[in-house]
C-alpha cells in the first residue's frame, strides 16, 4: 500500500479542486454565521486568497502557521495554501506549549490570520522564539523531514496532540494524499444537499475530515459559533444538519441538559462518534434518545487518518474497519494500523509508535469478535494496575452510567503506596447527594457486578467532569 500520490498527478488534482467548486456554483458550500457561501464564492475566495499570499511572499512549501478555527476565510485560506503547495499547521488557540512546539519543529515562516469572511488577510513573518525580531531563524533552513512533499510537488500538514502527557507530538501529513482520499471527485451532485456540521476544531484530523467529507459530497458546511449543546442544538435545528460527528462526552452533555427535547433533532440521520471509547449505556440512552438517528462508531488517530468504519448496529459498540486504504492487526490486544493517509512522521519525537514493519501501535486495547467487529476496551496507558490486577476505567464508567442516580462519571487511577494504584471516580450525579450517600451508592451499585479490585477507593462528586477542548474526558491526573 502506497502512501504517495503519482506526483505528475499531485499539481493536477490540486487545481481540479478549485475548478470543480467553480462549476458547482450557486450549490451552497458553508453556512457561517447565518450567511451563506456558495461553491463558486468559495472558488473566488480559494483564487484571491492565493495571489494575495503569494503577493505577501509566501512562497511554495514553507510552512505556515493558520491561527484559525472553522469560518468560511479560514476554508479558503486552507485550501489557498494547499493549492500553494504550503505546509500547513492550523492552530485554533495559541497556548504556550503549542507555539514553543511549531516554533522548534515545524520551522514555521509565516504566521496567517484571515477575517471570517475572508475580506481581510494577515501575513505576518514567525518569530523563532518570543521576544525575538520577527523572522529571526525560524524557518531559515527546510526541515529534512519536508523534502519528500518538496520533491513530490506536494503540500503538507501538521497537527498537533493533545499534549495530555508531555509536549505536543508535531505530525507531518502528505496534504494532497489525504485530499485525494477524503475529498474524492465530488461526482455525487444530487437535487438535495447534505448539511453537516463543523462539530470538531479546525486543527484536528477529524475537523480536517468532516470538511474533506462535505466536499466529497458536494455537501453544506455548517459551522457553530460556539460549541455548546444549546447552540449546537439550535443549529441542527434551523439548519435540518443530517450528519453530527461528535465525541460521546458531548453526546452525553445534549442528554443530560435535556437539549434533544427542546430542540426539534428529528432531521438527523446519522451521529457518528469518535476520539474516545463510548460507554455501553450512554448509546443505549442516545438510541432511546434519538431512535431516527442512525449511531456510528467512528475510528481514526492524528497519525493515521479517519478510517471509514461500519457499526454492528446503532446499539452496538462493535464496528468493522471497512477502509480498503486501511489494513489492521491485533498485536498482544492492541489495535495497529496501516492507512493510505498515514502520517509521514513526528517533526519532534521518535517514530517508536512505527513497529518495525511500519505498522502504527495505536494504543487501544480491542477486542475481536469472529465476525471481523471490533470492539475499545479502553487505551493501554489509562489502564489501572491495582497490585498486579487490571482495571479498564470504561467498564467501570458505563455500568455506573446505569444509575439513575449519575448523570456522568470519570474512572482513574491515583498512585497507592501499597497496590501500586487505586481506583478513583469522579461522579456528576442527577440530583442532590452527598459524598457518603455517593461513595456508598458507588459501591452497591458496583458489588457483584464487577471484581472487588475493582471498585474504586475513592469518589469525588463534582459538578462538571474534566474535559479537553476537544471534548473528550480527561483520565490523566497529575
Not at 486552507?78 to 512546539?101: D, H, I, Q
Not at 521576544?131 to 503538507?156: I, N
Not at 485530499?179 to 438535495?192: P, Y
Not at 501499597?418 to 461513595?439: H, L, N, Y
Request: glycine share 8%; hydrophobic share 35%; proline share 5%.
Amino acid at each position: 500500500m502506497s502512501d504517495e500520490l503519482d506526483r505528475r498527478d499531485a499539481p493536477d488534482r490540486r487545481d481540479e479542486l478549485a475548478e470543480r467548486f467553480a462549476r458547482l456554483g450557486d450549490r451552497p458550500a458553508v453556512i457561517d454565521k447565518g450567511r451563506t457561501h456558495s461553491y463558486g464564492d468559495l472558488a473566488r475566495a480559494i483564487r484571491t486568497t492565493a495571489d494575495r499570499l503569494r503577493e505577501r511572499g509566501v512562497a511554495p512549501h514553507e510552512a505556515v502557521v493558520l491561527n484559525a478555527d472553522f469560518s468560511f476565510g479560514s476554508i479558503a485560506t486552507l485550501l489557498a495554501l494547499y493549492l500553494n503547495r504550503n505546509v500547513v499547521v492550523p492552530l485554533v488557540a495559541f497556548t504556550e506549549g503549542a507555539l514553543r512546539t511549531v516554533n522548534d519543529s515545524c520551522a514555521p515562516r509565516h504566521l496567517v490570520k484571515v477575517a471570517d469572511d475572508g475580506s481581510e488577510l494577515v501575513v505576518e513573518p514567525m518569530a523563532a522564539d518570543p521576544g525575538t525580531e520577527p523572522g529571526a531563524e525560524s524557518g531559515a533552513s527546510t526541515p529534512e523531514a519536508y523534502r519528500p512533499l518538496v520533491e513530490a510537488g506536494a503540500a503538507g500538514l501538521v497537527l498537533l496532540s493533545s499534549g495530555s502527557t508531555g509536549a505536543p507530538k508535531a505530525i507531518l501529513h502528505n496534504l494532497d494524499t489525504l485530499v485525494a482520499e477524503k475529498a474524492g471527485s465530488g461526482d455525487r451532485v444530487g437535487s438535495r444537499t447534505t448539511n453537516i456540521l463543523m462539530f470538531l476544531l479546525f486543527d484536528h484530523i477529524g475537523g480536517i475530515n468532516s470538511l474533506l467529507g462535505v466536499f466529497k459530497v458536494n455537501g453544506t458546511a455548517v459551522l457553530p459559533a460556539r460549541r455548546t449543546p444549546e447552540e449546537i442544538c439550535a443549529l441542527i435545528e434551523e439548519h435540518g444538519i443530517r450528519l453530527l460527528p461528535t465525541s460521546p462526552t458531548f453526546l452525553n452533555l445534549i442528554l443530560i441538559g435535556d437539549y434533544h427535547r427542546k430542540h426539534d433533532l428529528s432531521s438527523l440521520r446519522m451521529i457518528s462518534y469518535g476520539t474516545e471509547p463510548m460507554p455501553e449505556e450512554l448509546l443505549r440512552r442516545l438510541h432511546t434518545a434519538l431512535p431516527r438517528a442512525r449511531l456510528l462508531q467512528t475510528f481514526g488517530t492524528s497519525e493515521t487518518g479517519i478510517s471509514a468504519t461500519t457499526s454492528e448496529s446503532s446499539e452496538s459498540t462493535y464496528f468493522r474497519i471497512s477502509d480498503e486504504n486501511v489494513r489492521y492487526r491485533i498485536v498482544d490486544g492492541e489495535l495497529q494500523l496501516k492507512s493510505r493517509t498515514q502520517f509521514m512522521g513526528y517533526l519532534n519525537y521518535p517514530d517508536d509508535s512505527l513497529t518495525e514493519d511500519g505498522w502504527f501501535r495505536t494504543g487501544d486495547l480491542v477486542e475481536e469478535k469472529e465476525d471481523g467487529f471490533l470492539k475499545v476496551k479502553g487505551r493501554a496507558k489509562e489502564v489501572i494496575n491495582v497490585g498486579g490486577e487490571k482495571v479498564l476505567p470504561l467498564e467501570l464508567e458505563s455500568i455506573l452510567l446505569g444509575s439513575p442516580l449519575i448523570d456522568d462519571c470519570v474512572v482513574y487511577g491515583r498512585p497507592n503506596s501499597i497496590t501500586g494504584q487505586s481506583v478513583c471516580v469522579d461522579v456528576k450525579p442527577s440530583g442532590p447527594m452527598t459524598r457518603a450517600e455517593a461513595r456508598r451508592h458507588v459501591r452497591e451499585f458496583l458489588e457483584g457486578k464487577v471484581e472487588p479490585f475493582k471498585l474504586p477507593a475513592k469518589v469525588n462528586l463534582v459538578e462538571e467532569l474534566r474535559m479537553s477542548e476537544r471534548f473528550k474526558k480527561q483520565r490523566i491526573r497529575a
